[in-house]
């Protein structure tokens, strides 16, 4: 059996009336998922200033001109629950940029089948959002692609990891 169908995971993506979740499982623990997700600066492309590793933390995004927010870190508990509230922000694409603002970022991690289980759920991120499908479209990207792979691998091929500001100026 090859490397890719002994490691094959389930993924799930739903959304709901309210919600935009997907789902996937892995082979690594839940802390090796937690520290995966809470190192924002290896699974999303683009700038970002601050910090997402413990409590009260924030955090801004910025891709091109297309996408600025702010985070902050609401819920920290190791190994289960991540949540980043949206401070300010959003795609800069729509006529409302502020579509974002008060919406939280959700990762729950769970065991389930002798698997990790990571569920990311953007609460309010909503199908009557201006930016739902592009929105929804580069989460699922982002989690399915990269953050598995970091999870997976510790690496995320192909992919071009955020520096931090500083290091960007020079």
């Not at 600066?41 to 009260?56: D, H, P, V, Y």
């Not at 702010?70 to 300010?88: A, N, S, Y």
């Not at 955020?162 to 290091?167: D, K, V, W």
């Amino acid at each position: 059996m090859n490397q890719q169908n002994m490691h094959k995971q389930r993924e799930t993506e739903a959304v709901n009336d309210h919600d935009y979740t997907v789902t996937f499982s892995v082979d690594q623990t839940p802390d090796e998922a937690f520290d995966a997700i809470n190192n924002v600066r290896g699974w999303w492309s683009g700038e970002i200033e601050g910090s997402a590793g413990k409590l009260g933390d924030e955090f801004t995004y910025r891709y091109e001109n297309l996408h600025h927010s702010k985070q902050r870190v609401t819920e920290f508990v190791r190994g289960k629950r991540v949540v980043w509230l949206v401070l300010d922000g959003g795609p800069n694409f729509v006529k409302d940029q502020t579509e974002w603002k008060g919406t939280e970022i959700t990762f729950e991690i769970s065991t389930k089948d002798d698997k990790t289980e990571v569920c990311f759920i953007h609460r309010g991120l909503v199908p009557e959002f201006e930016c739902f499908n592009v929105c929804s479209n580069a989460w699922g990207s982002y989690i399915k692609g990269s953050l598995r792979n970091l999870i997976t691998t510790g690496t995320t091929p192909g992919f071009r990891p955020a520096p931090p500001r500083s290091a960007e100026r020079t």
